[in-house]
Structure formats: structure tokens, C-alpha cells
């Protein structure tokens, strides 16, 4: 049960979410405290995928079925999207230690920054042997390296200061998806068809691969703690794990509702863990303290929330199915 309020407010509705505590403590939930909702429209049929909040109050999102990346003044309501190049189908963003938005851009097999100020795209293209690699996410390390992965079996790094890119055939071909960098800056990254998560050589470049608790599980995305603890999102058990990299061990929390599709996963600045139920159509809060989850779904069918980011106090996502991206403040 919910009760809700809405309000429109500069381009987005602004929505206090109250979720009733009937039953929910029965289902491993606990009632959500008040937290404010807010929806901004993008243009209709970008069907935004990945989001990237920016230092200057700005969130980036991929514009995937447009060849676009868009950027948001929550301020205002405002969008503007920037086209990429012929071809172009941009799926993760992120934003760079040079504050620029980077992109990982599979219609042209490239990563591509873009510029925050003059919005000039510049493309770093894979080489010729790894074409269409289905470039998915990627995440800056420690040094200043970022690094990618692509879902038809390849990950690798490109050094922004030189420009080189190299890659990297993965373990058991297709699958990576997820990748992230633990405070003291390992990068490890999550196959969802290879059912396991690695740790990448920086040196070597060799992937060394940590099965999950049981098989079949098909982690696909994963983002590390303050304690470089890894939280991955289980997508075809409908689970959330955290893998100890130091005692190699794994924990497993079914989501309360659903027994299969959690998609994205993101660690806040309170290390709160953050989900997204596609079957309940919802984001989840997750509380490691207290193993108990909170319920926060969209107030619009098919919402397909693929992916969430945020900065302190808040947390986003793209509603790929509405047209819309999500915050939540609290």
C-alpha cells in the first residue's frame, strides 16, 4: 500500500513518498521514510539508459536511441542534447576526473568525451581487431586511466593523455557489463552471460575471474563501498550479493518481491546500497546494517530503471520506459 502526493515543480514532478507499513516487514521490507521523488522528461524516444551526475549540478544521461547525450539543469528543467556522430548508440556515461562527460559509444565502437564547456566530442576509437566490441560501461581508476568493458567479450582501458586504447579479449567471451574502481583502485568488472565478476591486472592486463556463490545467477552490474567491498547485482535470481575481495566471501539477499530482474546497483556516500526491481517497478534502498530494504517505485508503469549514480544527498536514474530521469533526495 502507498499514498502519494504530487506537485508539479519546474519541469519535474516532485513526488513525498510515504509506503505504508502493512505486511512489509513480512516481505523483509520496513516502511520508507519521507524522501522526495522528483521526475524530469527528456525528449521523447531518447529512452535514456545511464546516468552521470556532474560536479556543476548538471546530470548527463545517454540519449541511446537518438545517438545523443543529454544534459539536465534540474534548476531549470532544461535538456540539451549533444548528437555524436553518424551511427552513433551511447550507453554508459560517466563523468572524468577533468570533469568532462565520457561515453561509452557502441554505435561507433569509440569511447567519446565530451566537453563540458564548448560540448565538442572527441572519439576514441577501438582497434581494428575488436570491432564491435557493444561497448557498455566504464570507470575511471586511481591514475587516470579509464577503463571499459563490452558486452561481446572485450574490456580494456584508454589513456586520455596519450590516447592510446588497448583491449582485451575477456574469460569465456561474452558477457561484461558492470565495471568499478574500489577505493584503493582495483578495477573489477561483472559478465552477465559469463556468470562472474574479475579483478583486472593493470599491468598484464589478465582478468582473474571470482565465480558467484551458485551458478547461474548472471551478475550484471557492480559498484564498490568505502570499504572496497563489492555489491553486485544479481539479475537472474533477483538478488543483491557482496563479494569480500580480503576474505573472498559472499553474501546474498534476495530482493523482497521479485525473484528475478535486479538490474542496477549503486553504494551512496552513507553506504547505503541502492537497487532497481524491474518486476516491482521500483528503486530499492538497501541498509547492510539492518538487512532491510525500503520500497521506492516510479508512479508510471514500465519505468526499466537500468542504471543509477548519484553525489552526496542524491541518487539518480534513467527511466528508460518513460522518457524520464529519477531522483531521489533524502
Known sequence: MSARRETARAGAEMIPIVVAA???????????????????DV???????????????????????Q????????KTGNVTQITLGPDAAPHGVIIGPDRAAWVTEGGQNAIAR???????????????????????TATFDRKGILWFTGQNGVYGRVDPATGKVEAWKAPKGVGP??????????????????????????VSGDALMIRPPKPGVGPRRIWSDSKGLLWVSFWNT?????????????????LPRSK????????????????TDWPANAIMRFDPATEQFESLPSNRRNASVR??????????????????LVVVRD
Not at 512489509?24 to 521490507?29: E, F
Not at 525528449?43 to 536511441?65: E, F, I, K, L
Not at 533477483?238 to 534476495?254: H, L, M, Q, S, Y
Not at 548519484?310 to 524520464?324: L, M, N
Open 114 to 136: 565530451v566537453d563540458p564547456a564548448t560540448k565538442a566530442v572527441k572519439l576514441f576509437p577501438l582497434p581494428a581487431n575488436f570491432a564491435n566490441a557493444n561497448l557498455n
Open 177 to 202: 557489463y558492470g565495471i568499478t574502481t574500489t577505493p584503493n583502485g582495483d578495477v573489477w568488472y561483472a559478465s552477465l552471460a559469463g556468470d562472474y565478476i574479475a579483478k583486472i591486472d593493470p
Open 22 to 40: 502493512v505486511s512489509l516487514l513480512a516481505l523483509g521490507l520496513k516502511p520508507a521514510v519521507a524522501a522526495d521523488v522528483a521526475y524530469y
Open 238 to 254: 533477483g538478488e543483491i550479493a557482496r563479494f569480500d575481495p580480503g576474505a573472498k566471501t559472499w553474501n546474498v539477499w534476495r
Open 260 to 275: 528475478e530482474g535486479c538490474y542496477a546497483v549503486y553504494v551512496d556516500d552513507k553506504d547505503k546500497v541502492w537497487v
Open 67 to 74: 545517438g545523443a547525450l543529454g544534459v539536465l539543469d534540474p
Open 307 to 324: 542504471q543509477l549514480s548519484g553525489r552526496r544527498g542524491e541518487v539518480w536514474g534513467a527511466e528508460s520506459g518513460t522518457d524520464r
Open 43 to 65: 525528449p521523447r524516444g531518447a529512452h535514456p539508459h545511464d546516468v552521470a551526475p556532474a560536479p556543476d549540478g548538471t546530470v548527463w544521461y545517454t540519449a541511446q536511441a
